[in-house]
């Protein structure tokens, strides 16, 4: 169950898009469409921001969205604004009948 | 509104037992999936454990396979995390959090989770 990959960082000034991408395997991000992205902003608990790959949660803004090509899920952040700053993370099922987590992203905006 | 509540959580030496609990309010618990996911200080997110809504499907991570125990009391509207054997490395934030729905005929699970609990804090040191 090795983490799947995140770039430890991302920056962006506001007004601009940044995406942020999550690789796996053929054994879970590959073979499912049971992606996540949550953020964190410090000291708080992980907020869902995407299911399902390209699914919003209610109360989601419609800058966030999601896609996926082979082993790569991606979060793009459109319009990107101060209180984007934080931590995100995605998730993905895996054949093993777990869950596994990237390693996070921190996002700064410039 | 869903709410989460994790407790349990101290200090304690390696080798030893814990057990967390939490307690949800404001939804039918006995609906919906629930996991543990952990936060070692500084470092990222990592799943735990999950039980299915009815209790008869559990996972774990290899990492605490073997010494970790996930159970649930649907009377109680409580989650658990029996945590024995443990080791400096599982010194984390824990929290608890819990699937959208009910899962539909034939599925166990939605794999996310749209509600956490604020967390409740192990710390294994001699």
């Known amino acids: 169950q090795s983490a799947l990959t995140q770039p430890a960082s991302v920056s962006g000034s506001p007004g601009q898009s940044i995406t942020i991408s999550c690789t796996g395997t053929s054994n879970d991000v590959g073979d499912f469409n049971f992606v996540s992205w949550y953020k964190q902003s410090p000291g708080k608990a992980p907020k869902l921001m995407m299911y399902?790959?390209?699914s919003r949660p209610i109360g989601i803004s419609n800058r966030f969205s999601g896609s996926k090509s082979g082993n790569t899920a991606s979060l793009t952040i459109s319009g990107l604004q101060a209180d984007d700053e934080a931590d995100y993370y995605c998730s993905s099922y895996s054949r093993s009948h777990t869950l596994i987590f990237g390693g996070g992203t921190k996002l700064t905006v410039l | 509104q869903a709410q989460l509540m994790e407790s349990g959580g101290g200090v304690v030496q390696p080798g030893t037992s814990l057990r967390l609990s939490c307690a949800a309010a404001g939804l039918k618990f006995s609906d919906f999936p629930m996991h543990w996911v952990r936060q070692a200080p500084g470092k990222g997110l990592e799943w735990v454990a999950m039980i299915s809504y009815d209790g008869t499907d559990e996972s774990y991570a290899d990492s605490v396979k073997g010494r970790f125990a996930i159970s649930r009391d649907n009377f109680k509207n409580t989650l658990y995390l029996h945590m024995n054997s443990l080791g400096v490395e599982d010194t984390s934030v824990y929290y608890c959090?819990?699937?959208?729905?009910?899962?539909?005929?034939?599925?166990?699970?939605?794999?996310?989770?749209?509600?956490w609990g604020k967390g409740t804090t192990v710390t294994v040191s001699s």
């Open positions: 399902d790959v390209t």
């Open positions: 959090a819990k699937e959208p729905a009910k899962p539909e005929a034939g599925m166990s699970h939605y794999f996310y989770m749209d509600v």
